[in-house]
């Protein structure tokens, strides 16, 4: 279902950058392609897939190691693409919703849930567009290497707090404005690795952790320490740290 | 077709060798559903002649079928080896210069978790064939479709499906070769293999002998190829001869008195009288490594992936590295909740590409340094033996290798869970 008359992609609003909605549209067939533009994001999708995990089931006291350990949980995944964590999270027993802005992508997610079996509710249109439509919130809400893209992010972030529901948590994942961040994230993974096509990510629009930290808490979240992430080029494995300097993870609870 | 005849797994596994079936039961262990396809009757893959070949098993080999929970089974037919001596022969002498690697030295270099100085061990591949079938029978997660063939073979976006000759329709997220070196689906996927073949055979027969091999394996190196005894239970050897073929073949033709006093020139006395107790066997060599170990919603694992030369005795160790990595990267997938034959496939590939290549590498160098008559090489070959046997440091990678305990090991290779 479609929030509004004018389509997203067309909004100039909190959420959508029209010079990003355009390089997005560009790719959206290739979200499931694992050596396509999207071959960083499944690199890190275990990584990633196993704190998302780990985070919601201590948060709301479940066992792991049982086959649908966020049975009964009900998700919301923003700037979902592809569905790279919007499927996994069903397959774990998760109730999901995924929101994009971008029906061309949404198609890509929802042909691909088809073809898997899992049934995943998608939703083409903006966060700020579900909180007018007056929507449910949830259990969890995943704001996962979004937040660089977004046109407004401390009205974005207020508005995804707004979707958090009574104990529930948000989690957030980007890239820090860091010298290093800008070598390895940009200079790096654009120009030199070529694993990304070149203006994915623009320095200007990345974001600190003490900023995010602030945004979170002005929507009346608690937000935790940030926890580092970082790759290791030879052997592809992500791993977690204190360094913060590139991609870091910032959990914030209600 | 009806929908009873589909059969739906997390892994579909075409070979059930040695690797396949660890595969399968390494598999199940993670709570992962497997389909385990041979052409080949189990019935008569267990008759006592079917396999007369012997294995080693490094230090981390043990430690997974142990995590298995295979080791009371084969415990007892567990032959180690404390003592690898590695010596440069002519045919009816052996060089004086040889390379002891033996408890002490490994004591010395702190190698660590290995159990009372033992390098290694040899087993019988039927003792450990059988264990693994009695625990694969045993598995309500693993589905034996033997003997059968693969009638049609799909790997599409939805996942892998396979039509068996008998009709019935089997259904999983990935597949994973384990067909051994010429892999039927290996080729059928497309992935091409680097080859290079040795201007050598290997002629491999279990030999009886009077003298005790005190738990020691030889490995002469002739400058024709290297000659290796492996110590098996009781006064029992396995001899990998690896030779000429035009030699092997004759040897072969001879009469059985004729071939064990050709066999007995070589073995030099080092276990005394000798004899036969298998049928020999010949086989050419080859180095053989496959382009990629993985394509869309495919593992390769074993010799459908990589042969190397026997020298080091690494290939059945080799196999189950791949079977230990492959079984963390789909077991943590399945974790995740992510599509076990997706994206998450290509770091097996990753993981295992450096420890395969780095291995086959040296022993491919080990064997055409050894089996080399040019003067300059025999002299800087006494001269490397020399030179490793005095380093330490060198000592203990080369125990280590052997050992099975360099690179990242996977978590069933880690110490008892």
């Known amino acids: 279902m479609a929030y509004s008359e004018i389509a997203p992609e067309h909004l100039k609003s909190i959420s959508v950058d029209p010079a990003e909605m355009e390089s997005f549209t560009r790719m959206a067939e290739d979200w499931w392609n694992p050596d396509g533009m999207f071959k960083p994001l499944h690199i890190m999708n275990g990584a990633r897939l196993g704190f998302i995990k780990e985070t919601i089931c201590t948060h709301f006291g479940r066992d792991e190691n049982v086959e649908q350990p966020l049975k009964g949980l009900r998700i919301l995944d923003i700037g979902c693409g592809g569905g790279l964590l919007c499927e996994p999270l069903t397959r774990l027993g998760a109730a999901v919703t995924g929101v ?20 995943i509710d998608y939703r083409h249109g903006t966060i700020e567009q579900m909180v007018k439509a007056g929507e449910t919130p949830f259990d969890a809400v995943l704001n996962m290497e979004v937040i660089e893209h977004v046109a407004n992010p401390p009205e974005f972030i207020k508005d995804c707090g707004a979707m958090v529901g009574e104990n529930g948590l948000m989690i957030c994942s980007t890239i820090n404005r860091t010298m290093k961040a800008f070598l390895f994230a940009i200079v790096g993974a654009e120009y030199v690795l070529r694993w990304l096509p070149r203006g994915t990510h623009q320095y200007e629009k990345l974001v600190k952790p003490r900023e995010i930290a602030m945004w979170l808490l002005d929507s009346g979240l608690s937000p935790e320490p940030s926890i580092g992430m970082s790759l290791n080029p030879l052997t592809s494995q992500w791993k977690f740290s204190n360094d913060v300097s590139i991609n870091y993870i910032t959990v914030a609870t209600r | 077709m009806t929908k009873c005849d589909t059969h739906i797994y997390d892994a579909l596994i075409i070979g059930a060798g040695l690797v396949g079936l660890t595969t399968a039961l390494a598999l199940s262990h993670k709570g992962l559903k497997t389909a385990l396809i041979d052409r080949a009757d189990p019935v008569k893959a267990l008759a006592p002649d079917f396999d007369g070949r012997a294995s080693a098993l490094s230090a981390s080999s043990v430690t997974l079928l142990s995590n298995l929970g295979l080791l009371p089974d084969i415990q007892a ?183 064990i006093e050709e066999i007995a020139r070589r073995t030099n006395g080092l276990i005394g009288e000798i004899d036969l107790k298998t049928e020999p066997l010949l086989y050419p060599l080859s180095l053989q490594i ?48 992510l599509d076990i034959g997706g994206a998450s496939l290509e770091a097996y590939g990753v993981w295992r590409n450096f420890d395969t290549r780095s291995l086959a590498g040296a022993t491919d160098i080990l064997n055409s340094m050894f089996s080399n008559r040019l003067a300059p090489l025999v002299h800087a070959r006494r001269i490397g033996l020399t030179a490793i046997q005095g380093s330490s440091v060198l000592k203990s990678f080369f125990m280590r290798e052997a050992a099975g305990q360099s690179g990242v090991r996977p978590s069933l290779m880690r110490a008892s869970l």
């Open chain 1, 100 to 119: 994009d802005a971008l029906e061309k992508t949404l198609k890509t997610a929802k042909t691909h849930a088809k073809q898997m079996g899992l049934n």
């Open chain 2, 77 to 259: 037919q567990l032959q180690p080896m404390n003592h690898i001596v590695v010596a440069d022969g002519k045919v009816g002498a052996v060089s004086p210069l040889t390379l002891d690697f033996d408890r002490n030295s490994l004591e010395t270099s702190n190698v660590g978790t290995l159990q009372n100085g033992v390098s290694g061990y040899m087993v019988e591949n039927k003792y450990l064939r059988m264990a693994l079938y009695d625990a694969v029978f045993a598995s309500t997660d693993i589905d034996f479709w033997a003997p059968n063939t693969v009638k049609t073979l799909k790997r599409d976006e939805k996942g892998v499906s396979v039509t068996l000759e008998t009709g019935t329709h089997l259904t999983g997220a990935v597949l994973i070769a384990a067909d051994g070196r010429t892999s039927y689906t290996r080729r059928n996927a497309g992935i091409e293999v680097e080859t290079k073949s040795y201007s050598q055979s290997a002629l491999t027969v279990t030999l009886s002998h009077s003298r005790n091999h005190q738990n020691t394996a030889y490995e002469i190196f002739y400058p024709s190829g290297p000659f290796a005894l492996l110590p098996l239970k009781g006064r029992c050897s396995s001899l990998v001869w690896s030779d000429k073929p035009a030699t092997l073949r004759a040897a072969l033709s001879l009469p059985r008195a004729a071939l």
């Open chain 2, 290 to 337: 496959a382009h990629s170990y993985t394509a869309s919603r495919l593992a390769l694992v074993g010799d459908a992936a990589h042969v190397i030369h026997p020298i080091a005795g690494q290939g059945l160790n080799m196999g189950l590295r791949d079977v230990g990595a492959l079984v963390d990267i789909l077991s943590e997938a399945k974790s995740a909740g």
